[in-house]
């Protein structure tokens, strides 16, 4: 039998983000619960319908998919003027037609790729309690801050007093998270952890 409630539709809004290169697309419905980050165009293709479909646009450059948004990185010889409504409305058709966002397994996928490229992950024994300090910190006060300007950060490794975190996203390349980082993160860490001395960001 068909199920004819109709459903409720779908409303869509942007945000700027600090990257005057992005723009965040925000939706009354859960995209994805988790984060997807896609700078490349054949990582879309593998993983994400809706990535896919976005690159096929001559002006989109990067998308990201997190909760209830999508941030989209615009190819910088275009202006937000030109192509903001065609964004929204491409992405609310997209949405309303109940189309595929990610394919399964993404998640694991990603998981496994990070645990190949894990020596990033390594921190000492010693270094061990320092890093659940950390981690908690930056999932607590840092994240919930990048994920409303349409980004995301994420641990890396602990070495040495040394902090890297990876960015994603709006945050990825923007000028103004580096000053994010370095006066606000940076400083928090030092504060709440003494054994931190630095925090430094590396770009997927």
């Known amino acids: 039998m068909e199920n004819t409630a109709t459903k409720n539709p779908v409303m869509l809004y942007t945000e700027q983000t600090p990257n005057p290169e992005s723009l965040k697309f925000v939706t009354n419905r859960m995209l994805y619960k988790g984060t997807a980050d896609f700078r490349e165009e054949e990582l879309a293709r593998e993983w994400s319908p809706l990535g896919a479909a976005l690159f096929d646009l001559p002006y989109v450059k990067g998308v990201y998919i997190s909760t209830n948004f999508v941030t989209i990185t615009k190819e ?20 309303e037609e109940d189309k595929a ?35 908690g910190l930056i999932e607590t006060y840092v994240k919930p801050a990048v994920e409303m300007d349409g980004g995301n950060i994420e641990f ?9 975190v990876i960015l994603q996203g709006s945050c990825s390349g923007c000028p103004s998270s580096t000053v994010t980082l370095k006066s606000g993160i940076e400083g928090m860490l030092k504060r709440m952890v003494p054994e931190v001395t630095e925090v430094v960001a590396e770009a997927e």
């Open 156 to 164: 890396k490794s602990f070495d040495k007093g040394v902090v890297t």
């Open 76 to 95: 910088f010889n275009y202006s937000w003027e030109d192509i903001m409504l065609k964004l929204k409305s491409f992405i609310k058709e997209y949405i």
């Open 101 to 135: 966002i990610l394919n399964d397994g993404f998640a694991e996928a990603m998981a496994a790729m990070e645990a190949e490229r894990g020596a990033g992950y390594q921190y000492s024994e010693e270094d061990a309690e320092i890093v659940t300090k950390i981690k």
